[in-house]
Protein backbone atom coordinates (compact mmCIF):
# COMPACT_ATOMS: atom_id res chain seq x y z
CA UNK A 1 0.00 0.00 0.00
CA UNK A 2 1.78 3.79 -1.04
CA UNK A 3 2.63 5.29 2.21
CA UNK A 4 0.85 8.75 2.18
CA UNK A 5 -2.41 6.52 1.60
CA UNK A 6 -1.41 4.14 4.86
CA UNK A 7 -1.11 7.41 6.77
CA UNK A 8 -4.36 8.59 5.74
CA UNK A 9 -6.23 5.64 6.02
CA UNK A 10 -4.86 5.33 9.87
CA UNK A 11 -5.28 8.77 10.78
CA UNK A 12 -9.00 8.92 9.49
CA UNK A 13 -9.54 5.71 11.56
CA UNK A 14 -8.80 7.68 14.41
CA UNK A 15 -10.86 10.58 14.21
CA UNK A 16 -13.48 8.22 13.29
CA UNK A 17 -12.54 6.91 16.73
CA UNK A 18 -13.14 10.00 18.30
CA UNK A 19 -15.67 10.70 16.59
CA UNK A 20 -17.64 7.33 18.15
CA UNK A 21 -16.80 8.45 21.71
CA UNK A 22 -18.05 12.25 21.04
CA UNK A 23 -21.55 10.58 19.90
CA UNK A 24 -21.32 7.34 21.77
CA UNK A 25 -19.72 8.71 25.24
CA UNK A 26 -19.74 12.31 24.96
CA UNK A 27 -18.26 15.22 23.70
CA UNK A 28 -16.01 16.23 26.98
CA UNK A 29 -14.89 12.72 26.84
CA UNK A 30 -13.45 12.97 23.25
CA UNK A 31 -12.39 16.33 23.52
CA UNK A 32 -10.59 14.95 26.64
CA UNK A 33 -9.27 12.03 25.07
CA UNK A 34 -7.75 14.00 21.97
CA UNK A 35 -5.79 16.73 24.15
CA UNK A 36 -3.86 13.91 25.91
CA UNK A 37 -3.48 12.27 22.47
CA UNK A 38 -1.79 15.39 21.53
CA UNK A 39 0.45 15.65 24.58
CA UNK A 40 1.39 11.76 24.09
CA UNK A 41 1.92 12.61 20.55
CA UNK A 42 4.87 15.41 21.36
CA UNK A 43 5.92 13.14 23.78
CA UNK A 44 6.65 10.27 21.00
CA UNK A 45 7.84 12.56 18.88
CA UNK A 46 10.81 13.27 21.28
CA UNK A 47 11.45 9.57 21.19
CA UNK A 48 11.21 9.26 18.16
CA UNK A 49 14.52 11.73 17.74
CA UNK A 50 16.40 9.79 19.50
CA UNK A 51 15.59 6.08 18.89
CA UNK A 52 14.44 6.52 15.01
CA UNK A 53 17.28 8.96 14.28
CA UNK A 54 20.12 8.10 16.26
CA UNK A 55 19.42 4.24 17.53
CA UNK A 56 19.55 6.14 21.47
CA UNK A 57 17.49 4.25 24.20
CA UNK A 58 16.35 6.60 26.71
CA UNK A 59 15.06 5.05 29.69
CA UNK A 60 14.46 7.98 31.52
CA UNK A 61 11.60 9.68 29.80
CA UNK A 62 9.80 10.10 33.17
CA UNK A 63 12.52 12.60 34.65
CA UNK A 64 12.17 15.28 31.62
CA UNK A 65 8.66 14.69 31.35
CA UNK A 66 8.37 16.18 34.73
CA UNK A 67 11.21 18.78 34.66
CA UNK A 68 8.65 19.96 32.23
CA UNK A 69 5.72 19.78 34.82
CA UNK A 70 8.53 21.82 37.01
CA UNK A 71 8.79 24.67 34.96
CA UNK A 72 5.05 24.89 34.61
CA UNK A 73 5.13 25.69 38.30
CA UNK A 74 7.70 27.68 38.65
CA UNK A 75 7.47 30.18 35.73
CA UNK A 76 3.69 30.54 36.59
CA UNK A 77 3.39 30.46 40.13
CA UNK A 78 3.65 34.02 41.94
CA UNK A 79 6.24 34.20 44.36
CA UNK A 80 5.74 33.34 47.59
CA UNK A 81 7.53 36.83 49.58
CA UNK A 82 7.43 35.09 52.90
CA UNK A 83 9.27 32.32 51.95
CA UNK A 84 11.72 34.39 50.23
CA UNK A 85 12.17 36.64 53.32
CA UNK A 86 12.79 33.52 55.32
CA UNK A 87 15.48 31.75 53.32
CA UNK A 88 15.74 32.94 49.93
CA UNK A 89 19.02 34.83 50.70
CA UNK A 90 20.39 31.55 51.63
CA UNK A 91 19.39 29.54 48.78
CA UNK A 92 20.38 32.20 46.59
CA UNK A 93 23.91 31.93 48.94
CA UNK A 94 23.67 27.83 48.17
CA UNK A 95 23.22 28.20 44.33
CA UNK A 96 26.46 30.90 44.52
CA UNK A 97 28.28 28.40 45.72
CA UNK A 98 27.96 25.33 43.78
CA UNK A 99 28.55 27.60 40.61
CA UNK A 100 31.87 28.52 42.01
CA UNK A 101 32.60 25.09 42.54
CA UNK A 102 31.76 23.95 39.22
CA UNK A 103 33.90 27.10 37.34
CA UNK A 104 36.59 26.25 39.91
CA UNK A 105 36.81 22.35 38.92
CA UNK A 106 36.49 23.39 35.20
CA UNK A 107 39.18 25.81 35.91
CA UNK A 108 41.14 23.22 37.40
CA UNK A 109 40.46 20.46 34.53
CA UNK A 110 41.89 22.87 32.14
CA UNK A 111 45.06 24.37 33.74
CA UNK A 112 46.55 21.50 35.42
CA UNK A 113 47.71 18.31 33.55
CA UNK A 114 45.39 14.59 34.55
CA UNK A 115 47.13 12.96 37.57
CA UNK A 116 47.10 12.73 41.24
CA UNK A 117 48.00 16.39 42.45
CA UNK A 118 44.66 17.15 39.99
CA UNK A 119 42.50 14.46 42.23
CA UNK A 120 43.51 16.02 45.22
CA UNK A 121 42.74 19.34 44.84
CA UNK A 122 39.40 18.11 43.15
CA UNK A 123 38.56 16.76 46.13
CA UNK A 124 39.97 19.49 48.78
CA UNK A 125 37.21 21.72 46.09
CA UNK A 126 34.07 19.65 47.05
CA UNK A 127 34.48 18.85 50.57
CA UNK A 128 35.15 22.72 51.28
CA UNK A 129 32.11 23.58 48.85
CA UNK A 130 29.90 20.93 50.37
CA UNK A 131 30.65 22.02 53.89
CA UNK A 132 29.84 25.81 53.12
CA UNK A 133 26.88 24.22 51.32
CA UNK A 134 25.57 22.81 54.43
CA UNK A 135 25.83 25.74 56.53
CA UNK A 136 23.53 27.87 53.95
CA UNK A 137 21.33 25.05 52.32
CA UNK A 138 19.77 23.33 55.35
CA UNK A 139 19.01 26.30 57.01
CA UNK A 140 17.26 28.26 54.17
CA UNK A 141 15.35 25.04 53.53
CA UNK A 142 13.78 24.75 57.11
CA UNK A 143 13.13 28.72 57.18
CA UNK A 144 11.24 28.24 53.82
CA UNK A 145 9.43 24.89 54.40
CA UNK A 146 8.11 26.00 57.87
CA UNK A 147 6.18 29.35 56.19
CA UNK A 148 2.50 28.13 56.58
CA UNK A 149 3.66 24.05 55.24
CA UNK A 150 -0.50 23.69 54.76
CA UNK A 151 -0.50 26.04 51.68
CA UNK A 152 2.75 27.13 50.55
CA UNK A 153 6.26 26.08 51.87
CA UNK A 154 7.94 27.26 49.16
CA UNK A 155 9.73 29.99 47.46
CA UNK A 156 6.45 29.82 44.18
CA UNK A 157 7.54 31.13 40.87
CA UNK A 158 7.86 34.01 38.76
CA UNK A 159 4.07 34.67 38.17
CA UNK A 160 4.39 34.43 34.51
CA UNK A 161 2.15 33.16 31.55
CA UNK A 162 1.97 29.71 31.51
CA UNK A 163 2.18 29.34 28.13
CA UNK A 164 6.09 30.48 28.47
CA UNK A 165 7.05 27.51 30.67
CA UNK A 166 6.09 24.81 27.81
CA UNK A 167 9.12 26.64 26.00
CA UNK A 168 11.54 26.97 29.74
CA UNK A 169 9.85 23.15 30.24
CA UNK A 170 12.08 22.34 27.18
CA UNK A 171 15.24 24.07 28.33
CA UNK A 172 14.94 22.60 31.37
CA UNK A 173 15.08 19.03 30.18
CA UNK A 174 18.03 19.95 27.79
CA UNK A 175 19.99 21.30 30.28
CA UNK A 176 19.80 17.49 32.58
CA UNK A 177 20.07 15.98 29.16
CA UNK A 178 23.12 17.49 28.38
CA UNK A 179 24.55 16.41 32.37
CA UNK A 180 23.60 12.82 31.16
CA UNK A 181 25.24 12.90 27.64
CA UNK A 182 28.73 13.91 28.36
CA UNK A 183 28.69 11.48 31.48
CA UNK A 184 27.05 8.49 29.26
CA UNK A 185 27.21 9.16 25.59
CA UNK A 186 30.54 7.98 25.15
CA UNK A 187 29.98 4.30 26.87
CA UNK A 188 27.98 1.76 24.81
CA UNK A 189 24.00 2.03 24.23
CA UNK A 190 23.42 0.01 27.32
CA UNK A 191 24.88 2.33 29.55
CA UNK A 192 22.94 4.92 28.40
CA UNK A 193 19.74 3.54 29.20
CA UNK A 194 21.17 2.47 33.06
CA UNK A 195 22.09 6.10 33.27
CA UNK A 196 18.65 7.58 32.14
CA UNK A 197 16.61 5.15 34.33
CA UNK A 198 18.83 5.85 37.30
CA UNK A 199 18.86 9.79 37.05
CA UNK A 200 15.19 9.83 35.81
CA UNK A 201 14.43 7.89 39.21
CA UNK A 202 17.03 10.64 41.33
CA UNK A 203 14.80 13.49 39.47
CA UNK A 204 11.68 12.04 40.49
CA UNK A 205 12.87 11.93 44.32
CA UNK A 206 14.07 15.22 44.63
CA UNK A 207 10.76 16.89 43.34
CA UNK A 208 9.39 14.66 45.40
CA UNK A 209 11.28 15.45 48.97
CA UNK A 210 12.60 19.10 48.19
CA UNK A 211 9.19 20.92 49.13
CA UNK A 212 10.65 24.66 49.54
CA UNK A 213 10.65 23.70 45.58
CA UNK A 214 7.59 22.47 44.71
CA UNK A 215 6.03 21.70 47.54
CA UNK A 216 7.05 17.70 47.27
CA UNK A 217 3.90 15.28 47.12
CA UNK A 218 2.00 17.72 48.72
CA UNK A 219 1.20 19.18 44.97
CA UNK A 220 0.89 22.41 43.47
CA UNK A 221 -2.49 23.01 42.76
CA UNK A 222 -4.71 26.11 40.51
CA UNK A 223 -1.92 26.57 38.14
CA UNK A 224 -2.80 29.69 35.93
CA UNK A 225 -4.34 28.92 32.66
CA UNK A 226 -3.76 29.76 28.90
CA UNK A 227 -7.42 29.50 28.23
CA UNK A 228 -10.59 30.93 29.93
CA UNK A 229 -12.37 29.41 33.20
CA UNK A 230 -15.64 27.82 32.62
CA UNK A 231 -17.07 29.63 35.54
CA UNK A 232 -15.64 33.11 33.65
CA UNK A 233 -17.76 31.29 30.61
CA UNK A 234 -21.12 30.54 32.60
CA UNK A 235 -21.49 34.38 33.06
CA UNK A 236 -19.91 35.99 29.96
CA UNK A 237 -23.14 37.15 28.13
CA UNK A 238 -21.46 36.94 24.67
CA UNK A 239 -21.26 33.09 25.62
CA UNK A 240 -24.95 32.55 26.88
CA UNK A 241 -26.06 34.21 23.32
CA UNK A 242 -23.36 31.90 21.43
CA UNK A 243 -25.00 28.25 23.43
CA UNK A 244 -28.46 29.96 22.85
CA UNK A 245 -27.85 30.41 19.42
CA UNK A 246 -26.58 27.30 18.52
CA UNK A 247 -29.20 25.53 20.58
CA UNK A 248 -31.91 27.49 19.19
CA UNK A 249 -34.38 24.04 17.86
CA UNK A 250 -33.71 22.50 20.10
CA UNK A 251 -34.61 25.39 23.16
CA UNK A 252 -38.05 25.81 20.80
CA UNK A 253 -39.19 22.67 21.38
CA UNK A 254 -39.66 24.31 25.22
CA UNK A 255 -42.92 26.28 25.93
CA UNK A 256 -42.61 26.65 29.86
CA UNK A 257 -40.22 29.27 30.09
CA UNK A 258 -38.36 27.95 33.78
CA UNK A 259 -37.75 24.56 31.91
CA UNK A 260 -36.36 26.83 28.71
CA UNK A 261 -34.45 28.55 31.39
CA UNK A 262 -33.32 25.53 33.01
CA UNK A 263 -32.26 23.60 29.81
CA UNK A 264 -30.19 26.92 28.71
CA UNK A 265 -28.47 26.90 31.83
CA UNK A 266 -27.64 23.58 31.43
CA UNK A 267 -26.27 23.94 27.89
CA UNK A 268 -24.09 26.75 29.00
CA UNK A 269 -22.33 24.46 31.29
CA UNK A 270 -21.73 22.12 29.39
CA UNK A 271 -21.03 23.98 26.57
CA UNK A 272 -18.30 25.87 28.30
CA UNK A 273 -16.24 22.35 29.74
CA UNK A 274 -16.04 21.48 25.94
CA UNK A 275 -15.10 25.09 24.79
CA UNK A 276 -12.08 24.96 26.90
CA UNK A 277 -10.90 21.45 26.05
CA UNK A 278 -11.54 23.15 22.35
CA UNK A 279 -9.08 25.82 22.91
CA UNK A 280 -6.41 23.58 24.53
CA UNK A 281 -6.96 21.63 21.74
CA UNK A 282 -6.14 24.06 19.24
CA UNK A 283 -3.11 25.52 21.39
CA UNK A 284 -2.05 21.57 21.65
CA UNK A 285 -2.40 21.14 18.04
CA UNK A 286 -0.40 24.00 16.97
CA UNK A 287 2.50 23.58 19.34
CA UNK A 288 2.45 19.69 17.81
CA UNK A 289 2.66 21.00 13.65
CA UNK A 290 5.35 23.04 14.65
CA UNK A 291 7.62 20.59 16.52
CA UNK A 292 6.15 18.24 13.90
CA UNK A 293 7.35 20.38 10.95
CA UNK A 294 10.64 20.88 12.49
CA UNK A 295 11.35 17.14 13.00
CA UNK A 296 10.37 16.61 9.17
CA UNK A 297 12.36 19.50 8.39
CA UNK A 298 15.26 17.86 10.08
CA UNK A 299 15.02 14.45 9.00
CA UNK A 300 15.37 15.00 5.37
CA UNK A 301 18.38 17.35 5.96
CA UNK A 302 22.21 16.53 5.42
CA UNK A 303 21.85 16.28 9.25
CA UNK A 304 19.39 14.38 9.33
CA UNK A 305 21.08 11.70 6.55
CA UNK A 306 24.02 11.68 8.70
CA UNK A 307 22.35 11.03 12.14
CA UNK A 308 20.93 7.80 10.23
CA UNK A 309 24.05 6.93 8.43
CA UNK A 310 25.22 6.95 12.25
CA UNK A 311 22.41 5.09 13.50
CA UNK A 312 23.16 2.21 10.57
CA UNK A 313 26.77 2.01 11.69
CA UNK A 314 28.54 3.76 13.86
CA UNK A 315 32.12 3.03 13.18
CA UNK A 316 31.82 3.96 9.09
CA UNK A 317 30.50 7.09 10.16
CA UNK A 318 33.69 7.47 12.36
CA UNK A 319 36.11 6.19 10.04
CA UNK A 320 34.25 8.90 7.96
CA UNK A 321 35.46 11.46 10.10
CA UNK A 322 31.84 12.02 11.88
CA UNK A 323 31.97 13.45 15.82
CA UNK A 324 29.65 10.29 16.42
CA UNK A 325 29.67 11.21 20.24
CA UNK A 326 29.24 14.67 19.35
CA UNK A 327 26.10 14.24 17.17
CA UNK A 328 24.49 11.47 19.55
CA UNK A 329 24.76 14.60 22.81
CA UNK A 330 23.26 16.60 20.34
CA UNK A 331 19.90 14.45 19.35
CA UNK A 332 19.78 13.50 22.54
CA UNK A 333 19.71 17.28 24.15
CA UNK A 334 16.54 17.63 21.61
CA UNK A 335 14.67 14.89 21.75
CA UNK A 336 14.66 15.83 25.73
CA UNK A 337 14.03 19.03 25.18
CA UNK A 338 10.59 18.14 23.18
CA UNK A 339 10.02 15.00 26.17
CA UNK A 340 10.25 18.95 28.36
CA UNK A 341 7.46 20.87 26.16
CA UNK A 342 5.61 18.08 26.48
CA UNK A 343 5.64 17.70 30.31
CA UNK A 344 5.18 21.38 30.79
CA UNK A 345 2.16 21.05 28.40
CA UNK A 346 0.78 18.18 30.61
CA UNK A 347 1.16 19.80 34.02
CA UNK A 348 -0.93 23.12 32.22
CA UNK A 349 -3.59 20.56 31.41
CA UNK A 350 -4.19 19.05 34.67
CA UNK A 351 -3.71 22.34 36.43
CA UNK A 352 -1.67 21.01 39.11
CA UNK A 353 1.40 19.43 39.47
CA UNK A 354 1.49 16.25 41.00
CA UNK A 355 5.51 14.71 41.44
CA UNK A 356 3.72 11.15 42.98
CA UNK A 357 1.88 10.62 39.33
CA UNK A 358 5.33 10.52 37.49
CA UNK A 359 5.26 6.94 37.12
CA UNK A 360 7.58 4.75 34.90
CA UNK A 361 4.33 2.64 33.26
CA UNK A 362 2.68 5.90 32.74
CA UNK A 363 5.59 8.19 31.46
CA UNK A 364 8.12 5.57 29.83
CA UNK A 365 7.11 2.32 28.81
CA UNK A 366 3.83 3.80 27.04
CA UNK A 367 5.82 6.29 25.38
CA UNK A 368 8.04 3.35 24.03
CA UNK A 369 4.90 1.73 23.10
CA UNK A 370 3.74 4.43 20.96
CA UNK A 371 7.00 5.17 19.12
CA UNK A 372 6.85 1.29 18.41
CA UNK A 373 3.68 0.71 17.10
CA UNK A 374 3.72 4.08 15.31
CA UNK A 375 6.72 3.24 12.91
CA UNK A 376 10.12 4.43 14.92
CA UNK A 377 11.88 6.54 12.58
CA UNK A 378 8.49 8.13 10.86
CA UNK A 379 7.68 11.39 12.55
CA UNK A 380 4.32 10.80 11.35
CA UNK A 381 3.77 7.09 12.44
CA UNK A 382 5.07 8.46 15.96
CA UNK A 383 2.37 10.81 15.76
CA UNK A 384 -0.03 8.04 15.12
CA UNK A 385 1.29 5.90 17.80
CA UNK A 386 0.86 8.42 20.46
CA UNK A 387 -2.89 8.88 19.28
CA UNK A 388 -3.77 4.82 19.14
CA UNK A 389 -1.59 3.70 22.04
CA UNK A 390 -3.00 6.66 24.11
CA UNK A 391 -6.87 6.06 22.73
CA UNK A 392 -6.64 2.56 23.29
CA UNK A 393 -5.11 3.13 26.89
CA UNK A 394 -8.29 5.39 28.16
CA UNK A 395 -11.18 2.80 26.14
CA UNK A 396 -9.73 -0.42 27.35
CA UNK A 397 -11.02 -0.19 31.03
CA UNK A 398 -14.67 0.59 30.05
CA UNK A 399 -14.40 -2.21 27.12
CA UNK A 400 -13.33 -4.32 29.16
CA UNK A 401 -16.29 -3.73 31.67
CA UNK A 402 -18.68 -4.41 28.96
CA UNK A 403 -17.25 -7.28 27.43
CA UNK A 404 -16.95 -8.81 30.97
CA UNK A 405 -20.67 -8.26 31.95
CA UNK A 406 -21.04 -9.62 29.08
CA UNK A 407 -19.62 -13.10 29.10
CA UNK A 408 -20.40 -13.16 33.03
CA UNK A 409 -24.13 -12.04 32.24
CA UNK A 410 -25.53 -15.49 32.66
CA UNK A 411 -24.13 -16.13 36.27
CA UNK A 412 -25.76 -15.32 39.24
CA UNK A 413 -25.13 -12.21 40.97
CA UNK A 414 -22.83 -12.58 43.55
CA UNK A 415 -21.33 -15.04 41.96
CA UNK A 416 -18.02 -15.58 42.94
CA UNK A 417 -16.06 -15.77 39.34
CA UNK A 418 -18.41 -12.67 38.19
CA UNK A 419 -17.24 -10.51 41.19
CA UNK A 420 -13.94 -11.60 40.58
CA UNK A 421 -13.67 -11.43 36.90
CA UNK A 422 -15.94 -7.76 36.89
CA UNK A 423 -13.25 -6.62 39.74
CA UNK A 424 -10.16 -7.49 36.63
CA UNK A 425 -11.59 -6.02 34.13
CA UNK A 426 -9.70 -2.48 34.31
CA UNK A 427 -6.29 -4.65 34.47
CA UNK A 428 -6.71 -6.24 31.06
CA UNK A 429 -5.59 -2.58 29.20
CA UNK A 430 -1.90 -3.46 30.79
CA UNK A 431 -2.52 -7.00 28.76
CA UNK A 432 -3.97 -5.35 25.82
CA UNK A 433 -1.04 -3.11 25.35
CA UNK A 434 1.21 -6.30 25.39
CA UNK A 435 -0.71 -7.66 23.28
CA UNK A 436 -1.09 -4.82 20.52
CA UNK A 437 2.65 -4.60 20.76
CA UNK A 438 3.28 -8.43 19.86
CA UNK A 439 1.00 -8.06 17.03
CA UNK A 440 2.62 -4.97 15.33
CA UNK A 441 5.59 -6.33 16.41
CA UNK A 442 4.67 -9.56 14.37
CA UNK A 443 2.86 -8.73 11.32
CA UNK A 444 4.57 -5.10 11.05
CA UNK A 445 8.34 -4.82 12.36
CA UNK A 446 9.15 -1.39 11.55
CA UNK A 447 5.55 -0.02 13.07
CA UNK A 448 2.00 0.98 11.24
CA UNK A 449 3.71 3.54 9.43
CA UNK A 450 7.31 2.44 8.57
CA UNK A 451 10.12 4.67 8.25
CA UNK A 452 11.02 5.29 4.60
CA UNK A 453 14.06 4.25 2.70
CA UNK A 454 15.11 6.50 0.04
CA UNK A 455 17.64 4.30 -2.10
CA UNK A 456 19.56 6.51 -3.92
Not at 120 to 137: D, G, N, Q
Not at 211 to 225: E, F, I, P
Not at 264 to 277: A, G, H, Y
Request: glycine share 10%; with cysteine.
Amino acid sequence: MNHGLRATLAFTFMAAMLLAVGFGQSWNLALAILNLCLISAVMSLGVNIQWGYAGLFNAGVMAFTALGGLAAVLISVAPVPEAWAAGGLNMGLAVLIIAATVALIYVLRKSLPGGALRKLITAIIVIASLYLLRKFYSPGVEAIEAVNPAKTGYLGGLGMPIVLAWLIGGLFAAAVAWIIGKVSLGLRADYLAIATLGISEIVIAIIKNEDWLARGVKNVSGLKRPVPYEYNLQNSQWFIDLVEKISASKLAALTDPAAKQAALQQLVIESSSIFVKLSYSVLFTVVLLIILWFCTRALNSPWGRMMRAIRDNEEAANAMGKDVTGRHLQVFVLGCAVLGIAGAMLTTLDGQFTPASYQPLRYTFLIWVMVIVGGSGNNLGAVLGGFLIWFTWIEAEPASLFLMELITAPMAEGNAIREHLLESAPHLRLFLMGLVLLLVLRFSPGGLLPERVRHV
